[in-house]
């Protein structure tokens, strides 16, 4: 599947329940004449461990309900992708805004061997054993949307050969 090929997946579809976690929670201060007006933002992700991963990123004036938001906004943009048993099929590099992400492939028992937000995003979805570094900006939202972009990406053997026309 590529990316411009991408199809959310509805939740009704999955097979299992949705793991949710909350990845960041930012807090912002308007200064208005009483003093300062905060408002909260939370981005959120949803997964199966199957290969189905999500995110949400919403605003609100109270944290509960940045999170509710969120998980509603994660829920409805779920996305699968290719797999190879317990890691991924190949190599892949991909970069959104800022941040870079640099998936690779590992032997079974390698373990999940990336930073922070990057490790959630593939744990949630269901990869245990792979290397991967971001590079470039730490922003946590772009660094999200660039793993998922990454994960969109990868394609399976037959996919390849039939675009290069061999099969």
Known sequence: MSIKERK???????????????????????????GRKFSFSALILVGDGEGHVGYGFAKANEVSDAIRKGSEAARKNIVSFEMDKTTIPHEVEVSWDGARVLLKPAPEGTGVIAGSKVRAVLELAGVRDIVAKSLGSNNPINLVRATIEALLALQNKKEILMARGME
């Not at 939740?11 to 912002?28: P, Y």
């Open 8 to 34: 959310t997946i509805a939740q009704s579809d999955l097979k299992t329940d949705l793991e949710e976690k909350v990845l960041h929670i930012n807090r912002c201060a308007k200064v208005v004449k009483g």
